[in-house]
């Protein structure tokens, strides 16, 4: 993926059980981008996501649609960021076959 260097990038990923950091990993060397920041959500603050102009949000839906743990205690939060002029990307996990239904809602 090619990301000039002068844009600023951030990686921001939440991982109760290791999976998200696990997928995360190997997305940053797949990637490559260039000056990448890598925070993990419950390190994340809303200024956070105004010093980035490409912004990737990774998370994990748990049970029934629920957010992963970091990402639901900063929701309220969240809400309020605004996304105005940046690049968003995410990425999700989840439990295809225990709960299909509801397999990366929280995306």
């Not at 290791?18 to 890598?38: F, R, V, W």
């Not at 200024?47 to 743990?69: R, V």
């Given at each position: 993926?090619?990301?000039?260097?002068?844009?600023?990038?951030?990686?921001?990923?939440?991982?109760?059980?290791?999976?998200?950091?696990?997928?995360?990993?190997?997305?940053?060397?797949?990637?490559?981008?260039?000056?990448?920041?890598?925070?993990?959500?419950?390190?994340?603050?809303?200024?956070?996501?105004?010093?980035?102009?490409?912004?990737?949000?990774?998370?994990?839906?748990?049970?029934?649609?629920?957010?992963?743990?970091?990402?639901?205690?900063?929701?309220?939060?969240?809400?309020?960021?605004?996304?105005?002029?940046?690049?968003?990307?995410?990425?999700?996990?989840?439990?295809?076959?225990?709960?299909?239904?509801?397999?990366?809602?929280?995306l």
């Amino acid at each position: 993926m090619f990301v000039p260097e002068e844009i600023k990038a951030g990686l921001i990923y939440g991982s109760d059980t290791g999976n998200t950091e696990a997928i995360t990993e190997d997305l940053i060397s797949l990637l490559d981008i260039p000056n990448l920041t890598e925070i993990e959500a419950v390190d994340m603050t809303m200024e956070n996501f105004g010093q980035f102009d490409f912004i990737i949000l990774g998370l994990s839906t748990w049970y029934d649609g629920e957010l992963q743990s970091d990402f639901d205690e900063f929701f309220e939060s969240f809400k309020q960021i605004d996304f105005s002029g940046k690049i968003v990307a995410m990425y999700g996990l989840g439990d295809q076959y225990g709960y299909a239904e509801y397999f990366v809602d929280g995306l």
